[in-house]
């Protein structure tokens, strides 16, 4: 299994940015799947999490201003991010809760990362 995310670059402050992450490979089943960030010199922190009935939870910081959303039938999530701040510059990560065999638990999968940058 992979996730493979995509949509990170530099936006200016105020500007929005949309992040996807796709997982691929062997699924039987996903369950949650969500993002979290890492900004330069500081710890991990969740963003955004939705649950594979369409439930979203998120971050004080975040709320109002980003939007997670999936399209289970392409195995993706989304992270419509808008009101972007300096302070949301960050590598975000995406997960998910995945099934890969009908005789095993759902496990953790992360993708690679992606830059976001907001800066003038």
């Known amino acids: 299994v992979q996730l493979q995310a995509s949509g990170g670059g530099l936006v200016q402050p105020g500007e929005p940015l949309r992040l996807s992450c796709e997982a691929s490979?062997?699924?039987?089943?996903?369950?949650?799947m969500g993002w979290y960030r890492q900004a330069p010199g500081k710890q991990r922190e969740m963003v955004a999490h939705i649950s594979n009935g369409g439930s979203t939870n998120y971050a004080d910081s975040m709320k109002g201003r980003f939007t997670i959303s999936r399209d289970n039938a392409k195995n993706t999530v989304y992270l419509q991010m808008n009101s972007l701040k300096p302070e949301d510059t960050a590598v975000y990560y995406c997960?998910?809760?995945?099934?890969?065999?009908?005789?095993?638990?759902?496990?953790?999968?992360w993708g690679q990362g992606t830059l976001v940058t907001v800066s003038s």
């Open positions: 490979g062997s699924i039987v089943s996903i369950n949650g």
């Open positions: 997960y998910a809760l995945i099934k890969n065999s009908y005789y095993t638990s759902y496990n953790d999968y």
